[in-house]
């Protein structure tokens, strides 16, 4: 049985920076995407960052490019996003996914529906 637990988040004023992590437990050579979604109170749930597991090509949301990195340790079963000069706006619940279908654009970055596993969310809450 293969889990997904986040950890790292947390509360910052604007311009600050958290690192989030995801631990994957289980057999996870299955997986061709992982990544990170995000989701604020009234709103839909939002690709942030999608990586090529194994790979490390990398995929973002416009809005994160130049501050957020998504990264993995495949040594640690381990999947990171770093962010950078954080704002308001980019205050939601973080959650980290992995996809066993695969992709031949921007590993369903816009896609959640093709995300199998889901962690439990890391609350990311940024102060202005």
């Known amino acids: 049985q293969v889990q997904l637990v986040e950890s790292g988040g947390g509360s910052v004023q604007a311009g600050g920076s958290l690192r989030l992590s995801c631990a994957a437990s289980g057999y996870t050579y299955t997986f061709y995407c992982m990544g990170w979604f995000r989701q604020a109170p009234g709103k839909e749930r939002e690709g942030v960052a999608t990586i090529t597991a194994g790979r490390s090509n990398t995929y973002y949301v416009d809005s994160v490019k130049g501050r957020f990195t998504i990264s993995q340790d495949n040594a640690k079963n381990t999947l990171y996003l770093q962010m950078n000069n954080l704002s308001p706006e980019d205050t939601a619940m973080y959650y980290c996914?992995?996809?066993?279908?695969?992709?031949?654009?921007?590993?369903?970055?816009?896609?959640?529906?093709?995300?199998?596993?889901w962690g439990q969310g890391t609350q990311v809450t940024v102060s202005s």
């Open positions: 996914a992995a996809a066993r279908i695969a992709s031949y654009g921007n590993c369903w970055l816009t896609r959640p529906d093709k995300f199998s596993l």
